[in-house]
């Protein structure tokens, strides 16, 4: 009964999540720790460019955020961007460009606080059900993707001027990302589909 439900309304996440209690925390507190841990993964796993790189972060947030819903989505990015503040050396350019707010307020900062957005836009999706459909699924990343993207270029371009910015930050990485948004947007609800099946 509790499996039927939770395929009519809420996120993947809640398949594995005891109902409520301290069990219930436990996991969200393990969840929220894997996620940073694949956040970071995906952070390293990059391609070098220059003031900013090319990497699989945006996938990670969008598969992290679809799969956990907005509160616990938000929450694990919150706890990225807290590793990342104290100083560990989760983030793309870390620790050789910088670390710790210092690095949060450099070339990279306004995607970071970006991607705290764009979980919240596809963890609220998926609180909806759009996850289990990847035209609406689709719709909801690619918002998500152009807000970021946009917090990433309008912080980039107070630094090196808005021609840099779109040169440096936004260029390299639109076809890039695309494939991203429409690989996420494609697995979450292959996932669905599997499950209903099985
Ligand atoms: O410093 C960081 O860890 C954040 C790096 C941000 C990289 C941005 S996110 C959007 C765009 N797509 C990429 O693959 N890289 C940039």
């Known amino acids: 009964m509790r499996k ?37 993964l995906s952070a390293k796993t990059r391609v070098l460019l220059g003031p900013v790189d090319i990497s699989m972060q945006t996938l990670a947030v969008f598969l992290i955020s679809a799969a956990f819903g907005m509160r616990l989505g938000v929450a694990t990015l919150l706890l990225y961007m807290a590793e990342g ?15 710790g707010i210092a690095y949060m307020l450099g070339s990279t900062g306004g995607y970071l606080f970006g991607f705290v957005v764009m979980a919240a836009i596809v963890g609220w999706a998926a609180d909806r059900g759009w996850d289990r459909h990847p035209v609406k699924l689709f719709n909801a990343i690619l918002v998500a993707e152009i807000v970021m993207m946009a ?35 494609s697995l979450v609800p292959a996932v669905w589909s599997l499950l209903k099946r099985s």
């Open 4 to 40: 039927t439900m939770a395929i009519a309304t809420t996120p993947l996440v809640s398949l594995a999540l005891p109902e409520k209690g301290a069990a219930r925390l436990a996991t969200q507190l393990l969840l929220a720790i894997v996620g940073t841990l694949l956040l970071t």
């Open 85 to 99: 503040a104290i100083g560990l050396p989760v983030f793309q350019g870390t620790p050789e460009k910088g670390i």
């Open 151 to 185: 917090m990433g270029f309008a912080w980039l371009a107070l630094l090196i001027g808005p021609e840099k910015s779109w040169q440096f930050g936004v260029a390299p990485f639109i076809v890039g990302d695309l494939i991203k948004v429409g690989l996420a947007a």
